[in-house]
């Protein structure tokens, strides 16, 4: 995150957020599919995942799916 507060790692299916500071295991983010881009909002309290067809807004630091975005047309990146 922007704050330097929190680390995600994507993988396969998931992906991971980790607490900087104290380098501990805050959430996973699970996915239907593999992810291929992942972001954190400039304010730090949202994650953005895609896949292939979806994007899904995260809070921070819950993890909690916020909102589902299914699209049409292939996504190669995310921003927010």
Not at 44 to 66: F, H, I, K
Request: charged fraction near 5%; aromatic fraction near 8%; proline fraction near 6%.
């Amino acid at each position: 995150s922007s704050d330097g507060q929190y680390l995600i790692l994507a993988g396969g299916n998931y992906a991971t957020l980790w607490q900087v500071p104290n380098v501990r295991y805050v959430a996973r983010l699970n996915q239907n599919n593999n992810i291929i881009s992942v972001v954190f909002a400039k304010t730090g309290q949202y994650v953005a995942t895609a896949t292939s067809n979806m994007v899904t807004l995260w809070s921070v630091p819950g993890g909690v799916p916020l909102a589902k975005m299914p699209c049409s047309q292939p996504i190669h990146t995310v921003l927010i």
